[in-house]
């Protein structure tokens, strides 16, 4: 019997097995005798009947025995509420006598004791049975009876024993004072093990200690992949008290992986997706640490129930030493192509990124154009790249090639992409053209007169006097759309996620527009699908 749980019994959870029978409030414990001996099959003389007690350290366990006048009073009379009893069945043999008493005599030293069994190699808890003693044996007393219950009598065997106090408290057992002296009474439960040698078997779960401490703390954790974060892969049953390089090790182990390469990532339960960024490796960090949840819905738990992984090409101190950078490349059309990977040092500029995107030879660049040529996608390159925020459908920052790369965002999408020839134009000192943003936006009953962007945002050179209808043009053109496509589109100019709609005559310039406005283009997202399209995502690449 794989017990694994601990104490004897909780009326509202699990524990000894329960049975409930419904008798009349005006019928003694005497009838109910009569029907518990119909449905156990078993003489009502070999039944008698315990009384729980509720202790001060929150345990129940049976504390005395029914008088024969006790049992003849009602039920509504003996005790309020439910009635809550243990049954006890004698223990003998079906071929005894009949004229043999079903229970010995039980004296005022006597003591009513459960007995449980470890076995640190299965990991499991068993209950063996229950026994009377005298107050005054010591508990080496004790260790011939659990012997004969283990079927281990003949075997030389050496026990331990520690008395399970309540199920956060097991102490051991002292060998020289008597069971009275070590305040041990009825209903009190003793807990035994074989004996470990030094040079036996190592186990996870040594002594009866480790077991309830670890009964106490497991928890039952899902994993996901990081890179599939909607889809449990397996999950774990483990000890908060874990430490990190343990956890590890329980998931290389279900893997068949190095747990040095085994990276982890809390879960933001608010969001149900992965954190930001992956836990730092830490020798003392526990599992608990690692799901604790500092921000949550009222009334959550306050410890999540997922962690997310990674199985990497290197060792996690490998990643933790450099910083992991996911790229996306965006051609002249702003369509996504690829995501890339690279680790590199972190007091890495954005200039080395770029440096090192240039090198990935499926990073195509346009420019710079030969006069003469025409370009392949239609749009002029310089063969220059810059980096971008992304957020939300949104560019938010052009990163500059000087900064450091611990200024990037950890909760923005970085894309890169070759700079259009035309935007490398010297800017004009009287205002006569000016770089914006165009990004897609939809808007519904619910957001009122705000505005979601989707898709794919991108920047453009405007000009003075250039009307909405010329600029629609140029957008087009590079979107690869038709006008017949587009014609259910709306166009304005978006400041502070507000639309001010726009007519083919109107002409950007000419407006007062802050810094943050952009060009929006209004339509439904038909793209809302393949935001989850596959992107091949390449390796990590290892710079620095």
Excluded at 311 to 333: D, F, G, Q, R
Excluded at 442 to 470: C, K, W
Excluded at 510 to 537: C, F, K, Q, V, W
């Amino acid at each position: 019997m794989n017990w694994r749980k601990l104490d004897l019994i909780k009326f509202e959870g699990t524990g000894l097995p329960i049975k409930e029978f419904k008798v009349k409030k005006t019928s003694n414990l005497k009838e109910l005798r009569k029907t518990l001996s119909e449905h156990y099959q078993i003489p009502s003389e070999r039944m008698r009947f315990w009384t729980w007690v509720s202790r001060q350290n929150k345990t129940l366990r049976p504390d005395s025995i029914l008088t024969n006048e006790e049992e003849e009073k009602k039920i509504e009379d003996l005790l309020k509420g439910d009635v809550r009893l243990y049954l006890e069945f004698s223990a003998l043999p079906p071929t005894a006598p009949l004229d043999t008493p079903p229970f010995p005599p039980f004296h005022e030293d006597d003591i009513f004791l459960f007995f449980k069994f470890y076995d640190p190699e299965r990991e499991s808890l068993s209950l063996l049975g229950q026994t009377y003693v005298k107050s005054s044996c010591k508990p080496p007393d004790l260790v011939p009876i659990a012997l004969r219950m283990l079927g281990l009598q003949d075997t030389p065997t050496k026990l331990i024993m520690f008395e399970e106090v309540k199920p956060s408290m097991v102490d051991p057992l002292k060998m020289a004072t008597t069971l009275k002296e070590g305040e041990i009474s009825s209903g009190d439960i003793v807990v035994f093990q074989k004996a470990l040698t030094a040079n036996g078997p190592i186990y996870s779960l040594p002594s009866v200690i480790d077991f309830y401490e670890y009964v106490l703390n497991r928890v039952t954790v899902k994993f996901r992949r990081l890179e599939k974060p909607k889809i449990q892969a397996f999950t774990l049953e483990l000890s908060k008290r874990m430490f990190y390089d343990q956890v590890t090790k329980k998931i290389a182990e279900k893997l068949g992986t190095d747990p040095l390469k085994i990276r982890l990532t809390g879960h933001n339960g608010y969001y149900d997706q992965p954190k930001p960024t992956p836990i730092k490796r830490n020798e003392r960090m526990t599992l608990q640490d690692m799901l604790a949840v500092y921000y949550q819905p009222p009334n959550a738990n306050n410890l999540s129930d997922t962690l997310f992984f990674e199985a990497l090409e290197l060792p996690v101190s490998e990643y933790e030493n450099k910083k992991v950078l996911k790229i996306t490349w965006h051609n002249l059309k702003t369509e996504a192509v690829e995501t890339h990977q690279l680790l590199v040092p972190k007091d890495a500029t954005i200039g080395f990124i770029l440096d090192e995107l240039k090198k990935i030879p499926s990073v195509k660049l346009e420019g710079p154009v030969t006069p003469g040529s025409t370009p392949t996608s239609g749009i002029a390159g310089s063969g220059q790249i810059r980096l971008l925020e992304v957020w939300n459908g949104k560019m938010h920052k052009i990163l500059r090639e000087e900064e450091p790369i611990s200024n990037i965002n950890d909760y923005a999408k970085l894309r890169a992409e070759e700079i259009p020839q035309e935007e490398l134009s010297p800017a004009s000192e009287d205002f006569s053209q000016r770089i914006i943003q165009v990004s897609h936006f939809i808007r519904d009953a619910y957001m009122g007169q705000t505005v979601s962007n989707h898709g794919n945002p991108f920047l453009l050179l405007i000009h003075r006097g250039e009307t909405l209808r010329q600029i629609r043009e140029r957008v087009l053109k590079r979107l690869g759309l038709t006008e017949e496509e587009t014609s259910k589109w709306k166009w304005a100019l978006v400041s502070f996620g507000r639309p001010e709609y726009l007519q083919d005559d109107d002409i950007l310039l000419a407006r007062d527009m802050m810094s943050n406005d952009y060009l929006g283009m209004e339509h439904p997202d038909t793209t809302a699908r393949s935001h989850y399209r596959h992107i091949p995502e390449k390796p990590i690449k290892i710079y620095g």
